[in-house]
């Protein structure tokens, strides 16, 4: 997982009303009703988040935890309706805290893995997935659906590979590119003829107006490359948009921090 900066999650806490405020006039939907698009519950997970609880666990080890990350994940599952503590140890102390207060739930991160695990039933949601298909479920509700649309995914890594794999279930066409082609020798060799890949982004942004950028890339995507009508799903950080294509697209971009990715870590764990 890319590594946040305290500058990057300190805010959410206090700015959560305003961000579902511009959730909803982006996509239609709530943070909680994106998260259950994106885990295609068949039910509201509602009930099961009044009936469970969730621990969060700061994590010490490589690099440290970072300031205001574990605020900042339990306020939005605080937010979605998930009952959340941080546990005041760290590391295997917080994880025995966690299951010492029967915490249905517990998320933990450290320099390389962002898991939420059920306790109960074993179900273990990396982020990389959840936030893949938050912003494929964020990108279609800003589209007005993807079925037989192209899309161009930028970057094929974890989140990049799991984000084709969830437009191809939504019945999109997905286009790829990275800079690392044995990245896209590995998108052919899993998809097939059902994804296309390029050697340039430039090349491959004018082939749709759909975009899910998980490339943390600044000034990636120039005003040049796209045009009023973009649409940009951005889970990667920094945003890829220089300033002018960024006025360019307006209110068209989709971009944060934690907040789909926990939002939908969390339905998929509690999930029936």
């Known amino acids: 997982m890319t590594r946040l900066k305290p500058a ?5 806490p206090r700015t959560l009303e305003q961000y579902e405020k ?19 519950t068949k039910k509201s997970v509602g009930s099961l988040f009044s009936k469970s609880k969730a ?3 700061p994590i010490t080890a490589g690099r440290g935890a970072i300031e205001g990350f574990s605020d900042a994940v339990a306020a939005i599952l605080n937010h979605i ?10 590391d295997v102390v917080g994880i025995g805290e966690a299951y010492a207060q029967e915490a249905d739930v517990v998320f933990v991160a450290d320099d390389i893995k962002f898991v939420a695990i059920n306790t109960r039933t074993m179900r273990v949601v990396d982020n990389a997935t959840a936030t893949a298909k938050a912003y494929v479920a964020a990108l279609s509700k800003m589209a007005g659906g993807l ?7 930028i970057g094929a890594g974890n989140v990049g590979t799991a984000a084709v794999s969830n437009l191809i279930l939504r019945g999109a066409k997905p286009l790829a590119v990275d800079i690392d082609r044995s990245r896209l020798k590995s998108l052919k060799a899993r998809f097939g003829g ?30 040049d490359m796209i045009h ?33 990715g926990v939002a939908t870590m969390a339905v998929e764990a509690c999930a029936d």
Not at 24 to 37: M, P, V, W, Y
């Open 8 to 12: 990057d999650v300190l805010h959410i």
């Open 22 to 40: 511009e959730l909803r006039n982006k996509t239609g939907c709530s943070l909680l009703q994106i998260a259950e698009d994106a885990a295609n």
């Open 55 to 57: 621990a969060v666990v």
């Open 81 to 90: 309706g998930l009952p959340t503590v941080i546990t005041r140890g760290t």
């Open 147 to 153: 079925m037989g649309k192209r899309v161009l995914v």
């Open 194 to 223: 059902r994804v296309a890949v390029f050697d340039s982004s430039a090349e491959a942004v004018r082939r749709t107006s759909l975009i899910i950028n998980t490339a943390p890339v600044r000034n990636l995507i120039h005003s």
């Open 228 to 260: 009023e009508n973009t649409v940009i799903s951005n889970p990667a950080i920094p945003l890829c948009l220089t300033e002018a294509a960024l006025s360019k697209v307006g209110r068209n971009v989709l971009h944060d921090p934690l907040q789909l």
